[in-house]
């Protein structure tokens, strides 16, 4: 078992910034690849980074340039940084990691005001 618990998420005002936090904790030795996605109110949940054990990142393309995934294994934790955030944004972010089976965090809530 793999557990994840996200941090970082608040409120910010469109053009701010926010770093969200995964620490990842259990069998670690299973993960490989590791993402964040986002579910908006009445929308479906989407894909918003990922990234694998070598480092390589895909991203949506409506966050493309404006957020970064990164991972830290020796701390076992995921970041995503948000830069540039606009209303559309809202959303709450789930972290992701892809293992023996699919984990999932808790979520964090992101709200960006205009």
């Known amino acids: 078992q793999v557990q994840l618990v996200e941090s970082g998420g608040g409120l910010v005002q469109a053009g701010g910034s926010l770093r969200l936090s995964c620490t990842a904790s259990g069998s670690i030795f299973s993960v490989n690849n590791m993402g964040w996605y986002r579910r908006a109110p009445g929308k479906q949940r989407e894909l918003v980074a990922t990234i694998g054990g070598s480092g390589r990142t895909n991203y949506a393309d409506s966050v493309k340039g404006r957020f970064t995934i990164s991972r830290d294994n020796a701390k076992n934790t995921l970041y995503l940084q948000m830069n540039s955030l606009k209303p559309d944004d809202t959303a709450v972010y789930y972290c992701?990691?892809?293992?023996?089976?699919?984990?999932w965090g808790q979520g964090t809530q992101v709200t960006v005001s205009s």
């Open positions: 992701n990691a892809v293992g023996l089976t699919i984990y």
